[in-house]
């Protein structure tokens, strides 16, 4: 009896951790935007930063962590030391191992920001 109730956690907490990778568009955590480095001065600057740590938020905090520190998927608080902008934007477009594609998720303004954003991440 009680391996059946490790086996149903293990394989409850697997669903709930690969639901939260997927991450959706519209539904909004409640989490507070990831920390990081924030070296922008000029108000427009700001804004897509701003923009990029919302679509980060809503569609990568599950698997990565609110400061960028990794869970589910890798750490990206160094992401732009390993890879450049335009990688960033093949990796969020079409996914790769574990990591779903965002094609059909986030348009390519929002990946741009985003990519962006992680690119800065050095």
């Not at 922008?40 to 569609?59: F, H, L, M, P, S």
């Not at 990688?87 to 094609?103: H, S, V, Y």
Request: glycine share 14%.
């Amino acid at each position: 009896m009680k391996g059946w109730k490790y086996k149903a956690a293990v394989a409850l907490t697997g669903v709930v951790l690969l639901a939260g990778c997927g991450g959706g568009g519209a539904n909004e955590n409640n989490t507070a935007p990831p920390a990081g480095n924030n070296n922008n001065a000029g108000g427009a600057e700001n804004a897509d930063v701003a923009a990029a740590e919302t679509i980060y938020k809503q569609n990568c905090l599950a698997c990565h962590g609110a400061d960028l520190e990794g869970r589910a998927g890798p750490n990206l608080q160094k992401v732009g030391g390993k890879y450049d902008e335009q990688e960033l934007i093949n990796l969020i477009t079409n996914g790769r191992g574990g990591m779903p594609a965002f094609k059909d998720t986030l348009d390519e303004s929002q990946i741009q920001e985003v990519s962006a954003w992680l690119a800065a991440k050095k």
